[in-house]
């Protein structure tokens, strides 16, 4: 039996649980309406210690509808229709699931800090104030966006550690599934490319002169200047190529020396299948193995190098080759029944309340409900006033 990395944890975690707000309360009592301030707001569930009011089961409905419209416009009310009676059942989870992080000691605050700062990173910012004042300038309340990424991590370690770290797949079910799906992983050859550009320098003065004008009617000055920028231009090209097959790091250069917008990320290009790419770019780059690179091109741009980081044959690739999507796939499988099954549990260990005319689609028959007391009524009300507060928090 091969144990396995739970790389998949992060799609167990339905998307609704991010609108889940855990706010601690007394062991409470029946569910019902409660006055805060001059508004009602409804406590819909309670579970253990903690509340789902009707505010964030609809601000959990209108993030669905989001979601499904982007996933896909075109079907969007099925989709919606099919997940809509497991909104109730997601907030439950993610509040059980919280409940157990803090049993397990899981804070999740160091990849807080490195999650935010990835965001800060994607989204080209330089600080991390600078992220604050992109959330706060939508309407997004800052605390409430750092409390719901903290939920996330939270949550998946729980599901990591209680869950995805016992599940194993045999290569006897890798075998299986690669010969049951075989048809499904044929595909075309393809590369992926990395590249480093070397754009001409060409000083203002003379990438003014004579514009508009056809390389023959130019100035001999800006003729003569130009073509010093390019011997420059394929002088440095060589350079790095030279140092590339020396052993220095392609995505290093790339970084570091590379005039193509590709550069910060390495010079990645992504994936091209045969006939995407010009002629000349296709038969030198498909004629390359994994890892190789091409001599310095002469383009419109300038001097491109060229690297070959994956060269998938066409066809129906062997099993060794996509063993970890196999692994995938089945862990994945694996997961969903098992965290079902694990999530039932922490509910029958639970003390679950939910309003009648709301339905939890993952109770079990053998949860237990809380005890009504006058104190508990007093903790509702209070944290009432604080789930008032965060109204306008968005979720992640």
Aim: negative net charge; proline residues 4%.
């Amino acid at each position: 039996m091969k144990k396995l990395v739970p790389t998949l944890i992060a799609m167990a975690c339905l998307s609704v649980f991010a609108a889940g707000q855990a706010v601690p309360v007394a062991k409470a009592a029946s569910v019902g309406p409660a006055l805060t301030g001059q508004m009602v707001e409804e406590i819909i569930a309670r579970v253990n210690s903690q509340i789902i009011t009707r505010s964030e089961f609809l601000r959990s409905k209108d993030q669905l509808r989001d979601e499904v419209k982007q996933q896909d416009a075109g079907n969007a009310d099925k989709l919606y229709a099919d997940r809509e009676k497991d909104i109730l059942r997601d907030l439950i989870d993610q509040q059980l699931l919280l409940e157990k992080g803090k049993d397990l000691g899981i804070s999740g605050d160091t990849d807080l800090i490195k999650a935010l700062d990835q965001i800060r990173k994607d989204m080209k910012l330089e600080t991390m104030e600078e992220l604050e004042k992109a959330a706060t300038s939508q309407g997004i309340s800052y605390e409430d966006f750092k409390q719901n990424k903290r939920n996330e991590i939270i949550t998946q370690k729980v599901i990591g550690e209680e869950v995805g770290s016992h599940l194993s797949i045999s290569k006897e079910a890798e075998q299986q599934f690669y010969d049951d799906h075989k048809n499904e992983m044929e595909q075309p050859e393809s590369i992926k490319l990395s590249e480093i550009l070397v754009a001409p320098k060409v000083s203002p003065a003379n990438s003014s002169a004579g514009g508009g004008e056809s390389p023959t009617d130019q100035d001999p000055a800006k003729q003569a200047a130009d073509a010093a920028a390019l011997a420059a231009a394929e002088a440095k090209a060589n350079d790095l190529l030279k140092q590339i097959r020396a052993g220095a790091s392609f995505e290093d250069v790339a970084k570091k020396s590379s005039d193509g917008p590709s550069a910060a990320q390495g010079g990645d290009l992504g994936v091209f299948k045969r006939g995407a790419l010009a002629k000349e770019l296709e038969d030198k780059t498909f004629a390359l193995k994994s890892g190789e690179v091409t001599d310095a091109i002469r383009t419109k741009q300038g001097y491109v190098i060229l690297r070959v980081t994956e060269h998938q044959a066409a066809g129906i690739p062997p099993l060794k080759d996509v063993e970890p999507r196999i692994q995938n796939a089945l862990y994945y499988q694996s997961l969903q029944p098992a965290l079902r099954a694990y999530l039932t549990k922490l509910r029958e260990e639970a003390y679950i309340d939910v309003k009648d005319g709301y339905i939890d689609s993952g109770a079990s028959p053998n949860e237990t409900k809380p005890i009504e007391t006058t104190t508990a009524k007093a903790a509702d009300a209070k944290n009432l006033k604080k789930k008032k507060k965060k109204l306008l928090g968005i979720p992640y």
